[in-house]
């Protein structure tokens, strides 16, 4: 069985772009939450999405965006992007939302702002 | 602000030795618990978990313990393999649907 998969794995933007992560959950899994790791720290909560909705929000600037599509897939989406936006993005996948069903976490695609 | 922490950001052991990864919570109305395995350029696996309502939990050579009374959480791991080094976090998830992490402790485990 596939696990949750990431793309793109690496990418390098300039200050300024945006730039679009996707993630496709495990197949029956219909949540899907979004993290920034920054080097040498733990992942931060950004988003958690269910059925296409939105279910929780961390403290991030609405530059950052993410949407879910109808097969539970998802993207987030970051604007203007600055130099403090390179981290690990990680994408984790649950079956109805809450670590009490248990996350399972993709590999996270790398993010290089210069 | 209330958070998740670890005592120490790195930890060394013999293999074949104990190892215990300690973390410090300092939201009391928080329930639930998990602890997080790391591997380089992975992401975060998950080990073992406990709710409030216990004071211990085992696994295979994992025993998570929670001590409400100093809002502290520990993770013990018998006979450490070189394979168990990795960066350790404890995670709290107050609302069921956002995960706090801790800054993880690097677990390394000398031959």
């Known amino acids: 069985d596939a696990g949750v998969t990431q793309s793109p794995t690496h990418l390098i933007k300039t200050r300024g772009q945006q730039v679009t992560l996707r993630c496709s959950p495990i197949s029956g899994h219909k949540s899907v939450s979004w993290y920034q790791q920054v080097l040498g720290q733990g992942p931060q909560f950004i988003f958690q999405y269910y059925e296409k909705e939105e279910r929780g929000r961390g403290n991030f600037p609405d530059r950052f965006s993410a949407r879910q599509f109808p097969n539970y897939s998802s993207e987030l989406n970051v604007n203007a992007l600055l130099l403090g936006d390179s981290a690990l993005y990680l994408c984790?996948?649950?079956?109805?939302?809450?670590?009490?069903?248990?996350?399972?976490f993709g590999s996270g695609t790398r993010l290089t702002v210069v | 602000g209330e958070s998740v922490g670890l005592h120490l950001p790195t930890l060394s052991v013999q293999e074949g030795d104990n190892s215990i990864i300690n973390c410090a919570y300092s939201n009391s109305a928080s329930d639930y618990f998990i602890w997080y395995k790391q591997e380089s350029g992975k992401g975060p696996q998950f080990i073992i978990d406990?709710?409030?309502?216990?004071d211990k939990r085992q696994g295979q050579r994992v025993t998570v313990l929670l001590n409400k009374t100093v809002k502290h959480l520990s993770l013990q791991i018998a006979a450490t393999q070189p394979g168990d080094s990795a960066v350790y976090f404890c995670a709290e998830d107050p609302n069921n649907n956002d995960m706090r992490f801790g800054a993880g402790t690097r677990l390394t485990v000398k031959p």
């Open positions: 984790a996948s649950s079956l109805s939302g809450g670590s009490n069903y248990g996350y399972t």
């Open positions: 406990i709710r409030s309502n216990m």
